[in-house]
């Protein structure tokens, strides 16, 4: 028997006009002791499967059909106050975000005591021992002064450990851990991971771990279920699974994750849809006769770096005050320096708050840095004596964004706002060639042109990305800011959008800005890296050397973290289904 | 599904009518209901001088042997004034038609003027920030200090020591809507300054930036059109609170005069006559004014809701 089973288990989404159906049977099971991974992209019904099973859905999610076995027990079908009994004290559920499921009105130790009294029904000073005793379990360090600390004195990580810590308060025999760091940093990702899984050896768990990443699940689980839109593609030991995929499917979504270990030219384009778009062929684009090689003249072939960034700095107010001496302000970078060669992809790497995203805005002019010059095609835009910039400089240097849901403005068409530009700077001479315009930078992005009659809300998130890049086309850029570009997109998408990157970059002779937390995607991109910490630049190598020998100790250190995916031989990858 | 072909689009009718916002204003019978009395409402007010079977304007053909004639189902009433007349033998039907039309129109424009002035103050603290904004925001506040009515005395004071005597009449409708438009201005720029401060770090307005448009393109042209949502449901509320503004102003006498009525007009006169028995001169165009701003209400309350995001 095992410890939870699925049979035949089917949820639908009754909407409006239809009723959607998010998981469309699947069998599954797990053991004591067991961690069984299920991944898929986004829309996949992997999260919902996990909610389904301790009676979370949200309205009108229901389940549809088939059966949920907890510990010999049917459980789909037990009335809301029993599952209450379940939910929290023999299944416990480990959330994506720590933000939000801490409240942040109680102290971290009423908040595990509150648990533990409930479940158990100890009396509250033993309960708040045992709180004590397991934050010292899942690594909080002096858990004796920390109970009485609020959430947001804990940093991210710490926050998950607590998060943890409220899952496995009573005791359960089944953990379900959504997405749980998907949210953090790679090295605190690292300790989380290592941790989740001592504990489950420890203590003989069985768990369902929920993820879209191929490294984690690599890193995590024992076995593992790949889903595709509702339904189980193929399950299998983890090991078996990613060194030899048995369905197209999970083939596909295993070739287009990013190698650390391994450049290659472009990511094999194995392709899995069951419905869907079909995908433009694509074109070369023959920039002599091209509108986007047009001016052409105006790149000067010259040897020096396109873009020189010289100590830059950049200090953000936090707190405003008239008296100057009660003004309070933090330093988010520090004294960077770097030049970008033309025609060279460089890369900036580091974790969240190391600064990457204030450089690249300094350097297209959107913030003002408080001291240190950047310098375009070698006049000075940004520091003491920079100019204005001028059209044509405003033009050349273009910025791709990494949320593709707030970076089209939702109240335009596709085509106004690829438009825009080209109106803006009068780089048509009328209204057809514009829009002749718009809809052949649509082709080369793959979207086709009649995409332009369309809401930005109508497309998916790597569409909205494709879009995102031909508007950074249309003013015909030398220099193209790529700020995460594929940090919120599936891995299949991640995939084809790097390799569009890869392919205008190669055709338009652009000058790349690629920014990234993700080490394999920038091997991927990247001819030269900068890596950042806590505002400053502590580490800049070509490529391969940075991969290979890193100088520096925080190199090391993040390249140690980076989740290797087991991986299978390259040529077994290449292989079209 | 019709039997449509599978490329065709669906037309913009049909996707009003399948729009999430059309779905739930006819789900809800109450609003549906509103919407159709103000509709009419409005519609026989803007075609007063086609429906109304008098015209209370003309002076000569107001007949004052006509006057204080009860409704028509009352002793002593007349087939050609249904709702009776006032106290110079004008028909209270029409004189409430012209007058909601002067109500409304006087409503429409005050809201727009308050709505245009709101919208670009609160743009531009919004976007800009700094100290601007708190100029801006320092000015709102000493307005909200300020009740609407004072402010309408105020402004119609000076524009009538200014005007004029013998234009006084013809700047009061001038002046109603310039005193309910200058002191309404304060929610719409809050509204307006909080989702433009939202709206600014977006990375679409970053983009736009980039491209190299000024900053005034960008507020009226990218960031508007996203923050107009909460805009149309105060300006929707508000037009019942200015039509409102308005009669109170006309019935304590500031209002427009009383030969060119609004409803407030018409309450103010009637209620000289309410305890001598002639009750209809002011109980129909009080309950004219109460049915509009309700049912105007109504449908701005739904709005609010429907395009709240955060209400289920």
């Known amino acids: 028997m095992s410890l939870l089973e699925l049979r035949d288990l089917k949820i639908h989404f009754d909407t409006r006009r239809s009723t959607v159906e998010a998981v469309r049977g699947i069998d599954l099971s797990v053991e004591r002791g067991e961690i069984l991974g299920i991944v898929g992209e986004s829309g996949a019904g992997k999260s919902t499967i996990g909610n389904a099973v301790i009676g979370l859905l949200e309205p009108p999610g229901r389940i549809a059909g088939g059966e949920v076995w907890f510990d010999g027990a049917r459980i789909d079908t037990l009335p809301e106050a029993a599952l209450r009994r379940i939910r929290g004290r023999r299944i416990g559920m480990i959330f994506q975000d720590p933000m939000t499921s801490l409240n942040p009105l109680f102290t971290i130790g009423d908040q595990i005591a509150e648990t533990i009294c409930r479940h158990t029904g100890q009396s509250r000073t033993d309960a708040m021992k045992k709180a004590i005793e397991l934050l010292r379990e899942v690594g909080i360090p002096d858990p004796e002064a920390r109970v009485n600390e609020y959430p947001h004195q804990f940093s991210g990580g710490m926050r998950q450990r607590v998060v943890i810590t409220l899952a496995l308060c009573a005791d359960p025999d089944l953990v379900i851990c959504d997405e749980p760091t998907t949210a953090l940093d790679v090295s605190v990702q690292a300790q989380i991971l290592a941790l989740l899984r001592r504990l489950c050896r420890d203590r003989n768990l069985g768990a369902i771990f929920i993820t879209h990443d191929m490294g984690v699940i690599s890193e995590v689980t024992d076995r593992v279920a790949v889903m595709y839109q509702g339904r189980v593609m193929e399950t299998g030991p983890t090991a078996d699974v990613l060194s030899r995929p048995q369905h197209a499917y999970s083939k596909s979504l295993l070739a287009a994750v990013p190698r650390g270990d391994l450049r290659l030219h472009r990511f094999p384009q194995l392709d899995y849809r069951e419905a869907g778009e079909t995908r433009a062929a694509k074109k070369v684009i023959d920039l002599d006769t091209h509108w986007l090689g047009r001016r052409m003249d105006e790149r000067v072939q010259s040897d020096t770096p396109l873009i020189q960034v010289k100590d830059l700095t950049m200090r953000f107010v936090s707190h405003h005050s008239i008296i100057p001496a009660w003004r309070r302000s933090f330093t988010a970078v520090r004294d960077v320096s770097f030049d970008i060669r033309r025609g060279e992809t460089f890369g900036l790497v580091g974790e969240s708050g190391s600064g990457k995203s204030t450089v690249a805005r300094m350097i297209a002019g959107l913030y003002d840095p408080s001291f240190g010059r950047v310098f375009y095609d070698g006049s000075e835009v940004a520091g003491p004596e920079a100019q204005p910039m001028t059209a044509v400089q405003r033009q050349q240097i273009q910025m791709i964004f990494q949320d593709p849901f707030s970076s089209l403005n939702r109240r335009k068409r596709v085509g106004d706002i690829i438009a825009e530009p080209i109106r803006h700077h009068r780089l048509a001479t009328d209204r057809a060639e514009v829009q002749s315009i718009v809809g052949d930078l649509l082709d080369h992005v793959g979207l086709g042109a009649a995409a332009a009659r369309h809401y930005p809300h109508e497309f998916s998130g790597g569409q909205r990305q494709r879009i995102s890049i031909a508007r950074a086309l249309a003013t015909r850029p030398q220099f193209l800011i790529c700020d995460e570009p594929t940090s919120s997109l599936d891995v299949s998408i991640q995939a084809q959008i790097l390799n569009l990157l890869k392919n205008l970059q190669a055709d338009l002779g652009l000058t790349m800005l690629f920014i990234s937390h993700d080490l394999p995607v920038i091997r991927q991109m990247c001819d030269r890296i900068g890596v950042m910490k806590a505002g400053e630049l502590v580490e800049l190598a070509p490529a391969e050397q940075l991969f290979e020998a890193p100088r520096h100790a925080y190199t090391a250190e993040l390249l140690s973290l980076m989740p290797q995916v087991a991986s299978a031989p390259a040529a077994d990858r290449d292989v079209m289904p | ?312």
């Open chain 2, 1 to 312: 599904m019709p039997d449509t072909p599978a490329h065709s689009e669906p037309s913009r009718w049909q996707r009003i009518r399948q729009s999430d916002l059309a779905l739930s204003f006819l789900a809800s019978k109450v609003t549906v209901a509103a919407a159709f009395v103000a509709v009419v409402m409005i519609a026989a007010s803007v075609g007063a001088a086609l429906i109304a079977p008098h015209n209370p304007y003309d002076m000569a053909a107001i007949d004052i042997f006509d006057s204080m004639l009860p409704p028509v189902w009352e002793d002593g009433g007349e087939r050609r004034f249904l709702l009776g007349t006032d106290s110079i033998g004008r028909d209270i039907l029409s004189t409430i038609l012209y007058g909601s039309r002067m109500s409304i129109f006087i409503g429409l424009t005050s809201v727009a003027l308050s709505l245009v002035i709101g919208v670009t103050l609160g743009l531009i603290a919004g976007y800009r920030g700094g100290l601007l904004d708190s100029i801006i925001m320092r000015l709102a506040e000493v307005q909200l200090a300020l009740p609407t009515i004072l402010v309408a005395l105020l402004i119609n004071g000076i524009l009538r020591a200014v005007a004029p005597p013998t234009m006084v009449n013809d700047v009061a409708v001038l002046v109603l809507i310039l005193s309910i438009g200058l002191s309404n201005w304060v929610q719409f720029a809050r509204a307006v300054r909080a989702s433009t401060m939202v709206e600014r770090g977006q990375e679409y307005v970053l983009a736009v930036r980039l491209i190299g448009i000024g900053p005034m393109a960008i507020m009226f042209r990218h960031i508007l059109p996203n923050v107009m949502g909460p805009i149309m449901v105060i300006a929707t509320l508000n037009l019942s609170g200015a039509i409102l503004t308005e009669a109170t102003l006309s019935f304590l006498g500031v209002g427009v005069p009383s030969t060119r009525p609004s409803l407030g007009t018409l309450i103010n006169v009637g209620t000289d006559y309410l305890f001598s028995g002639a009750w209809w001169i002011t109980i129909f165009p009080g309950a004219a004014l109460a049915l509009l701003v309700l049912t105007v209400n109504l449908v701005g309350d739904w709005l609010r809701d429907a395009l709240n995001p955060t209400l289920g």
